[in-house]
Nanobody
Framework: QVHLVASGGGSVESGGSLRLSCEAS????????MGWFRQAPGKEREGVAV???????SYAEPVKGRFTISRDNAKKTLYLQMNSLKPEDTGMYYC???????????????????WGQGTQVAVES
C-alpha cells in the first residue's frame, strides 16, 4: 500500500553509532505515525521508537537515552540515530507507519499498517 525504503544498517562495534533512514513515497507522510521496530533471530518483532506528526516521541525502555527518532517531512524521511550501540541491539530494523495518529506509547507492531523491507544492524563486542 505504502512504499517504505529503509537503509543505513551495517556492522558496528559496541559503543558505535549508526543512523537509519526510511523514505516514504506518499505525500501524506507528514500526518502519519511512524515507527522503528526490530527483530532479532528467534525473537518476536518489538517496537523501538515512534514519532507523531507533531514530533512527539516514545521509546522502548532499552533504547532510551541512546536512540533518537526524528523525521524530515520535507524529505518524507524518517530517521533513527543510534548511539552507544550494544550487542543486544543486533537485529533487522524495520520502519513502519500506521497511516494515522500515534497513540501514546504506541510500540506494538500490530498497530501498524505498512512496513519497509528492513535493514540489518549488527553490533559486535
Amino acid at each position: 500500500q505504502v512504499h517504505l525504503v529503509a537503509s543505513g544498517g551495517g556492522s558496528v562495534e559496541s559503543g558505535g553509532s549508526l543512523r537509519l533512514s526510511c523514505e516514504a513515497s506518499e505525500y501524506s507522510y507528514s500526518t502519519w505515525c511512524m515507527g522503528w521496530f526490530r527483530q532479532a533471530p528467534g525473537k518476536e518483532r518489538e517496537g523501538v521508537a515512534v514519532i507523531d506528526e507533531d514530533g512527539s516521541t516514545s521509546y522502548a525502555e532499552p533504547v532510551k537515552g541512546r536512540f533518537t527518532i526524528s523525521r524530515d517531512n520535507a524529505k518524507k524521511t524518517l530517521y533513527l540515530q543510534m548511539n552507544s550501540l550494544k550487542p543486544e541491539d543486533t537485529g533487522m530494523y524495520y520502519c513502519a507507519t500506521r497511516r494515522r495518529w500515534c497513540l501514546p506509547g504506541a510500540l506494538s507492531p500490530g498497530d501498524y499498517d505498512d512496513w519497509g523491507q528492513g535493514t540489518q544492524v549488527a553490533v559486535e563486542s
